[in-house]
């Protein structure tokens, strides 16, 4: 028993460092915690998944079961271990104790821990035994309200539960392997490992090997015997990512270990059964692949129990807005600087097509908050390829209808310019400016030049020498009438 995430919840340094060295000793993995806005990042999130919290000293930020509160509104069930420190300040009350598993006492004794360790794996356990109700909450980043995703959503639902073997078919980029874990989190495996392996990315004389194991000296290299990927995910699940890229012999030994359930490793002949439950993902076309002869119309069958299709990004662009955001947040937590699109930098990105999912989008957030760290995003930041021609034409005639409706009288016209985001030259716009103002006083007056020179409250001189730098003349008279 060791190994999982535990998030605690301390707000004085020095107790933090004690229980966090206690934890790595014990070979778990602490996560630290100050404020309670920071619990939002880290409950509820499958893939990041909180093993417990040990909850210590609320501190400045509010009373420990104003924190436990929070922890419960975003995980209902995760187990909570108080940490009383004599000296300091947690007022014991009767919601507080009834909230949490265990207390313990600071300082933190190993034995002590150890036996509270052990009370919450068997608290866990009992808990997906009896079914409990499953967390909607855990669903949050399959980020998504449109009719594709909450499909992927029931489908997980409805299959969570069962053994059935999974099929996820769907474009590359689309969150197969996110549904995957999903389906894993959601089983009554949730506490055994989910063990991924890319068959396209494992050369195929090695994957037997690294799929089933093998014994000492079973192959030039094979030093030690080694268990496989089959192995490891006993009472657990298996991931085979790019079912499609298997070779055909492969093909026929998965076959095999799907019917009988049992396996030998490489250079042994004893036979190993083990409790796996197996989710296949690819985005290669199947039937066509079993038409061309490359997949075999068997293990398709063994496979796709139960198929879950990952909807393309393209036909769910109304998900982009939730998506953006949660990029972004996940692109901040990881030290890049948050960033903000403008209405019309999202519009434009729905009208691209995404051949990357939302794996390209991943990466375009990334490069933004790289480039524009805290900052905001509009159409012409955008790269290229991703800004709409018909915005971009849009946009551009915005600028030069701002531009001729700073009527002449407005008291401050730079008020009503907005800088466009892909620069202006200047001087170029203020001589545009200045010859439209010019060019109405003008015709507003008949070509008089001293009446023109008065409303633009000029010298008559000021403004002849103006116009002729501008060339600025009557068209059908010749010269104005100076
Ligand atoms: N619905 C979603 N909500 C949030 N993030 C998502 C969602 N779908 C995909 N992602 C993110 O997009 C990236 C790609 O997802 P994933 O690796 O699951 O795709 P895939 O379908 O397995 O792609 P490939 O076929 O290229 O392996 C990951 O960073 C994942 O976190
Ligand atoms: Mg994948």
Redesign the pocket.
């Known amino acids: 028993m060791s190994g999982g995430k535990v998030l605690v919840y301390e707000q004085h340094p020095v107790t933090r460092n004690h229980i966090c060295s206690i934890m790595e000793f014990l070979e778990y993995e602490p996560v630290t915690v100050e404020g309670p806005e920071a619990l939002n990042e880290h409950l509820g999130n499958p893939p990041d998944a909180i093993w417990m919290v040990l909850l210590g000293g609320a501190g400045a930020n509010g009373s420990a079961v104003e924190v436990l509160r929070k922890i419960r509104s975003l995980d209902p069930h995760i187990p909570v271990v108080l940490v009383l420190d004599p000296k300091g300040g947690i007022k014991l009350t009767a919601e507080l104790e009834a909230g949490v598993i265990d207390m313990v006492e600071m300082p933190l004794r190993a034995r002590r821990v150890n036996s509270v360790l052990q009370k919450v794996q068997t608290f866990r356990e009992n808990r997906h035994q009896n079914g409990s109700p499953r967390n909607l909450e855990l669903f949050r980043?399959?980020?998504?309200s449109s009719k594709g995703?909450q499909r992927v959503r029931k489908m997980i639902e409805m299959v969570a539960s069962s053994d059935a073997n999974v099929l996820i078919t769907?474009e590359?980029?689309?969150?197969?392997?996110?549904v995957a874990r999903h389906i894993h989190y959601h089983s009554a495996r949730r506490n055994k490992p989910f063990v991924p392996v890319n068959c396209g990315a494992i050369p195929p004389d090695l994957l037997e090997s690294e799929l089933f194991g093998h014994e000492k000296g079973a192959f030039t290299g094979a030093i030690t015997a080694r268990q496989g990927r089959f192995e490891m995910a006993d009472g657990g699940t298996l991931f085979l990512?790019e079912i499609g890229d298997m070779s055909l012999n492969m093909q026929v030994k998965l076959l095999r270990v799907l019917q009988e359930r049992t396996f030998e490793r490489v250079g042994s002949n004893k036979s190993i059964t083990v409790n796996v439950r197996i989710i296949a993902?690819t985005?290669v076309n199947l039937e066509k692949a079993i038409e061309s002869g490359r997949f075999r119309e068997d293990l398709f069958y063994r496979l796709n129990v139960f198929p879950i299709e990952?909807p393309p990004l393209r036909d769910r662009v109304e998900d982009l807005p939730l998506?953006v955001n949660?990029l972004i947040e996940r692109s901040a937590h990881e030290g890049h600087g948050s960033l903000r699109l403008t209405p019309t930098a999202m519009q434009s990105l729905g009208h691209y097509k995404w051949p990357g999912n939302?794996?390209e989008l991943?990466n375009l957030i990334e490069r933004l908050s790289i480039l524009y760290p805290n900052g905001v995003v509009d159409l012409h930041d955008l790269p290229e390829k991703y800004q709409a021609t018909e915005l971009v034409a849009k946009a551009a005639t915005e600028v030069a209808a701002e531009a001729a409706a700073v009527a002449p009288g407005v008291a401050d016209p730079g008020q009503f310019i907005r800088l466009p985001r892909g620069g202006i030259d200047l001087k170029e716009h203020l001589t545009s400016l200045e010859y439209n103002l010019i060019l109405q006083a003008l015709q507003e007056s008949n070509w008089v030049v001293a009446h023109a020179a008065k409303r633009l409250m000029m010298g008559r001189t000021t403004l002849v020498e103006k116009m002729r730098k501008l060339g600025l003349q009557r068209d059908e008279e010749g010269a104005a009438g100076i």
């Open positions: 980043n399959l980020v998504g995703i769907g590359s980029g689309t969150g197969k392997e996110v990512d993902a985005h990952t998506l949660d939302v794996r991943a």
